[in-house]
Protein backbone atom coordinates (compact mmCIF):
# COMPACT_ATOMS: atom_id res chain seq x y z
CA UNK A 1 0.00 0.00 0.00
CA UNK A 2 1.33 3.67 -0.90
CA UNK A 3 1.24 6.27 1.71
CA UNK A 4 1.27 9.88 0.52
CA UNK A 5 2.54 12.61 2.90
CA UNK A 6 2.79 16.22 2.54
CA UNK A 7 6.36 16.95 2.39
CA UNK A 8 7.60 20.44 4.44
CA UNK A 9 8.25 22.13 1.21
CA UNK A 10 4.66 21.65 0.51
CA UNK A 11 2.84 22.54 3.33
CA UNK A 12 4.80 25.58 4.10
CA UNK A 13 4.05 26.53 0.16
CA UNK A 14 0.66 26.93 1.57
CA UNK A 15 1.11 28.88 4.15
CA UNK A 16 2.92 30.89 2.36
CA UNK A 17 0.11 31.54 0.08
CA UNK A 18 -2.19 31.87 2.75
CA UNK A 19 -0.66 35.03 4.40
CA UNK A 20 0.38 36.61 1.17
CA UNK A 21 -3.21 36.58 0.63
CA UNK A 22 -4.70 37.75 4.04
CA UNK A 23 -1.70 39.41 5.46
CA UNK A 24 -0.23 42.03 3.04
CA UNK A 25 1.44 43.19 4.92
CA UNK A 26 3.99 40.89 5.26
CA UNK A 27 7.58 42.06 4.12
CA UNK A 28 9.40 39.52 1.56
CA UNK A 29 11.87 38.68 4.23
CA UNK A 30 8.93 37.47 6.59
CA UNK A 31 7.33 35.63 4.09
CA UNK A 32 10.58 33.50 3.53
CA UNK A 33 10.98 32.34 7.63
CA UNK A 34 7.35 32.46 9.00
CA UNK A 35 6.06 29.47 6.63
CA UNK A 36 9.01 27.35 8.31
CA UNK A 37 8.50 28.60 11.96
CA UNK A 38 4.70 27.57 11.82
CA UNK A 39 5.98 24.29 10.17
CA UNK A 40 8.52 23.80 13.21
CA UNK A 41 6.35 24.69 15.55
CA UNK A 42 3.23 22.25 14.55
CA UNK A 43 5.93 19.10 13.76
CA UNK A 44 8.01 19.75 17.34
CA UNK A 45 5.03 20.23 19.21
CA UNK A 46 6.81 22.95 20.93
CA UNK A 47 7.54 26.85 20.69
CA UNK A 48 11.23 26.56 22.08
CA UNK A 49 13.69 27.56 19.14
CA UNK A 50 15.80 24.33 18.99
CA UNK A 51 13.09 22.47 19.15
CA UNK A 52 11.63 24.41 16.15
CA UNK A 53 15.06 24.16 14.80
CA UNK A 54 15.14 20.53 15.37
CA UNK A 55 12.20 19.79 13.21
CA UNK A 56 13.12 22.14 9.92
CA UNK A 57 14.77 20.50 6.38
CA UNK A 58 15.30 21.05 3.20
CA UNK A 59 18.37 24.13 2.65
CA UNK A 60 17.95 23.72 7.03
CA UNK A 61 19.47 20.61 7.08
CA UNK A 62 22.72 22.45 5.54
CA UNK A 63 23.35 24.77 8.31
CA UNK A 64 24.25 24.34 11.69
CA UNK A 65 21.28 24.18 14.40
CA UNK A 66 22.70 26.79 15.92
CA UNK A 67 22.46 28.97 13.38
CA UNK A 68 19.23 28.12 12.52
CA UNK A 69 18.52 29.11 16.24
CA UNK A 70 19.61 32.19 15.78
CA UNK A 71 18.01 33.01 13.53
CA UNK A 72 14.15 32.34 15.26
CA UNK A 73 15.65 34.51 17.41
CA UNK A 74 16.52 37.33 15.15
CA UNK A 75 12.78 36.78 13.58
CA UNK A 76 11.39 37.57 17.00
CA UNK A 77 13.09 40.18 18.22
CA UNK A 78 12.84 41.80 15.39
CA UNK A 79 11.09 45.66 15.72
CA UNK A 80 9.24 45.43 12.41
CA UNK A 81 7.57 42.21 13.46
CA UNK A 82 4.28 43.22 15.44
CA UNK A 83 2.93 39.71 16.79
CA UNK A 84 0.13 41.08 18.28
CA UNK A 85 -0.90 42.35 14.69
CA UNK A 86 -0.18 39.39 12.76
CA UNK A 87 -2.28 37.10 15.07
CA UNK A 88 -5.18 39.53 14.83
CA UNK A 89 -4.78 39.67 11.34
CA UNK A 90 -4.90 35.59 11.19
CA UNK A 91 -8.06 35.38 14.10
CA UNK A 92 -9.71 38.43 11.49
CA UNK A 93 -9.50 35.98 8.33
CA UNK A 94 -10.49 32.66 10.00
CA UNK A 95 -13.56 34.37 12.34
CA UNK A 96 -14.86 35.72 8.94
CA UNK A 97 -15.17 32.53 7.45
CA UNK A 98 -16.33 30.93 10.85
CA UNK A 99 -19.57 29.23 10.71
CA UNK A 100 -21.59 27.53 13.75
CA UNK A 101 -23.22 24.43 13.09
CA UNK A 102 -25.52 24.36 16.65
CA UNK A 103 -29.03 26.33 16.13
CA UNK A 104 -29.01 28.86 19.24
CA UNK A 105 -25.90 30.47 17.50
CA UNK A 106 -24.45 30.84 21.07
CA UNK A 107 -20.52 31.36 21.24
CA UNK A 108 -18.39 30.93 24.65
CA UNK A 109 -15.89 33.82 25.26
CA UNK A 110 -13.86 33.13 28.12
CA UNK A 111 -11.51 36.21 29.39
CA UNK A 112 -8.66 36.12 32.27
CA UNK A 113 -5.12 36.26 33.40
CA UNK A 114 -2.50 34.09 33.04
CA UNK A 115 1.60 34.09 34.01
CA UNK A 116 4.45 32.12 33.20
CA UNK A 117 6.60 32.37 36.38
CA UNK A 118 8.22 35.83 36.85
CA UNK A 119 8.73 36.55 33.03
CA UNK A 120 5.34 37.81 31.69
CA UNK A 121 1.38 38.35 32.61
CA UNK A 122 -1.28 38.03 29.36
CA UNK A 123 -4.86 38.96 29.38
CA UNK A 124 -6.17 36.55 27.03
CA UNK A 125 -9.90 36.20 25.49
CA UNK A 126 -10.48 32.79 23.99
CA UNK A 127 -13.14 31.21 22.00
CA UNK A 128 -14.45 27.99 23.19
CA UNK A 129 -14.85 25.41 20.06
CA UNK A 130 -15.75 22.26 20.81
CA UNK A 131 -13.56 20.83 24.69
CA UNK A 132 -11.27 23.29 23.57
CA UNK A 133 -10.00 27.19 24.09
CA UNK A 134 -8.81 28.80 20.72
CA UNK A 135 -7.29 32.26 21.85
CA UNK A 136 -8.76 35.20 19.58
CA UNK A 137 -6.73 38.26 21.53
CA UNK A 138 -4.45 39.25 23.64
CA UNK A 139 -2.07 41.61 25.51
CA UNK A 140 1.05 40.36 27.15
CA UNK A 141 3.31 42.10 29.37
CA UNK A 142 6.20 42.29 31.12
CA UNK A 143 6.10 40.48 34.65
CA UNK A 144 7.64 43.65 36.39
CA UNK A 145 4.35 44.99 35.97
CA UNK A 146 2.25 43.16 38.45
CA UNK A 147 4.86 44.55 41.64
CA UNK A 148 2.60 46.99 43.06
CA UNK A 149 5.39 49.48 43.75
CA UNK A 150 6.22 49.59 40.44
CA UNK A 151 2.95 49.34 39.00
CA UNK A 152 2.54 52.67 40.94
CA UNK A 153 5.33 54.67 39.36
CA UNK A 154 4.31 53.19 35.98
CA UNK A 155 0.77 54.72 36.69
CA UNK A 156 -1.12 51.37 37.23
CA UNK A 157 -0.86 47.57 36.28
CA UNK A 158 -1.19 47.31 33.06
CA UNK A 159 -2.66 43.74 32.37
CA UNK A 160 -4.81 44.31 34.58
CA UNK A 161 -6.41 48.02 33.81
CA UNK A 162 -9.94 47.66 33.18
CA UNK A 163 -9.53 50.04 29.97
CA UNK A 164 -7.84 47.20 28.64
CA UNK A 165 -10.36 44.45 29.61
CA UNK A 166 -12.95 46.50 28.22
CA UNK A 167 -10.84 47.48 24.61
CA UNK A 168 -10.92 43.80 24.28
CA UNK A 169 -14.51 43.34 25.08
CA UNK A 170 -15.13 45.41 22.19
CA UNK A 171 -12.27 43.89 20.08
CA UNK A 172 -13.68 40.70 20.51
CA UNK A 173 -17.66 42.21 19.81
CA UNK A 174 -16.63 43.74 16.64
CA UNK A 175 -14.99 40.15 15.23
CA UNK A 176 -18.48 38.67 15.20
CA UNK A 177 -21.68 40.07 13.41
CA UNK A 178 -24.92 40.27 14.73
CA UNK A 179 -25.86 36.54 13.53
CA UNK A 180 -24.07 35.72 16.53
CA UNK A 181 -25.02 35.44 20.35
CA UNK A 182 -21.66 35.79 22.94
CA UNK A 183 -21.53 34.82 25.95
CA UNK A 184 -18.66 36.05 28.06
CA UNK A 185 -17.49 33.91 31.02
CA UNK A 186 -15.51 34.95 33.39
CA UNK A 187 -14.06 34.44 37.35
CA UNK A 188 -14.50 36.54 40.44
CA UNK A 189 -11.99 39.42 39.50
CA UNK A 190 -14.04 40.49 36.88
CA UNK A 191 -17.30 41.69 38.44
CA UNK A 192 -16.88 44.97 37.94
CA UNK A 193 -19.88 47.11 37.14
CA UNK A 194 -18.35 48.67 34.14
CA UNK A 195 -16.93 45.82 32.51
CA UNK A 196 -20.27 43.86 33.15
CA UNK A 197 -22.20 47.44 31.82
CA UNK A 198 -20.29 47.22 28.83
CA UNK A 199 -20.76 43.55 27.30
CA UNK A 200 -24.55 44.44 28.30
CA UNK A 201 -24.35 47.68 26.05
CA UNK A 202 -22.57 45.30 23.14
CA UNK A 203 -26.24 43.42 23.48
CA UNK A 204 -24.14 40.23 24.57
CA UNK A 205 -24.52 38.22 27.94
CA UNK A 206 -22.01 37.59 30.47
CA UNK A 207 -21.93 34.98 33.23
CA UNK A 208 -19.26 36.07 35.88
CA UNK A 209 -18.67 34.20 39.41
CA UNK A 210 -19.02 36.51 42.12
CA UNK A 211 -17.04 36.61 45.81
CA UNK A 212 -18.71 35.89 48.92
CA UNK A 213 -18.36 39.33 50.08
CA UNK A 214 -20.25 40.87 47.50
CA UNK A 215 -23.83 42.13 48.19
CA UNK A 216 -26.46 41.88 45.15
CA UNK A 217 -30.20 43.76 45.33
CA UNK A 218 -32.48 41.21 43.26
CA UNK A 219 -35.07 43.13 41.66
CA UNK A 220 -38.47 41.82 41.20
CA UNK A 221 -39.75 43.32 37.66
CA UNK A 222 -43.53 43.00 39.05
CA UNK A 223 -42.52 46.04 41.88
CA UNK A 224 -41.53 47.93 38.96
CA UNK A 225 -38.28 48.70 40.22
CA UNK A 226 -36.22 50.94 38.02
CA UNK A 227 -32.19 49.18 36.96
CA UNK A 228 -29.50 51.50 36.15
CA UNK A 229 -27.08 51.36 33.75
CA UNK A 230 -29.80 49.61 31.10
CA UNK A 231 -28.72 45.89 32.15
CA UNK A 232 -30.84 43.26 34.82
CA UNK A 233 -28.73 41.60 37.89
CA UNK A 234 -29.80 38.40 38.38
CA UNK A 235 -28.26 36.07 41.41
CA UNK A 236 -28.29 31.95 39.45
CA UNK A 237 -28.80 31.05 43.67
CA UNK A 238 -31.61 28.19 42.23
CA UNK A 239 -29.47 26.80 39.26
CA UNK A 240 -26.57 26.60 41.87
CA UNK A 241 -28.73 24.35 44.50
CA UNK A 242 -29.37 22.22 40.89
CA UNK A 243 -25.93 21.87 41.12
CA UNK A 244 -25.17 20.70 44.25
CA UNK A 245 -27.92 18.25 43.65
CA UNK A 246 -26.17 16.82 41.29
CA UNK A 247 -22.92 16.65 42.56
CA UNK A 248 -25.10 15.01 45.88
CA UNK A 249 -21.98 16.37 48.15
CA UNK A 250 -19.08 14.29 46.84
CA UNK A 251 -17.12 16.84 48.60
CA UNK A 252 -17.94 17.19 52.17
CA UNK A 253 -15.92 20.94 52.40
CA UNK A 254 -17.33 22.16 48.82
CA UNK A 255 -18.17 25.97 49.16
CA UNK A 256 -21.02 27.21 46.99
CA UNK A 257 -20.11 29.14 43.74
CA UNK A 258 -22.09 32.56 42.66
CA UNK A 259 -23.04 33.32 39.42
CA UNK A 260 -23.46 36.98 37.82
CA UNK A 261 -25.66 36.94 35.02
CA UNK A 262 -27.77 39.65 32.66
CA UNK A 263 -30.61 37.46 30.99
Not at 51 to 78: H, P, T, Y
Not at 148 to 159: F, N, R, Y
Amino acid sequence: MTKLYNTQTEITNKFREFLKKYIPSLRKTQLNIIPEILFGMIASESVVSTDIAKCLKNEFSFIQLESVQRRIRRFFNNELFDHEDFYNSLIISVISQYKIKHKDKRIHITFDHMFSHDNYVTLMFTMRVGKQGIPIWFKSFKQEYINKKISTEKGGTIAFNESLIIEGIKHISALFNESFDLIFLADRWFNSEKILSTIASLGHTYCIRLKKNIKIFIHDKKEGHKIGNGFLIYLLINIMQLFTKILNFMIQNIKPILLLVNI
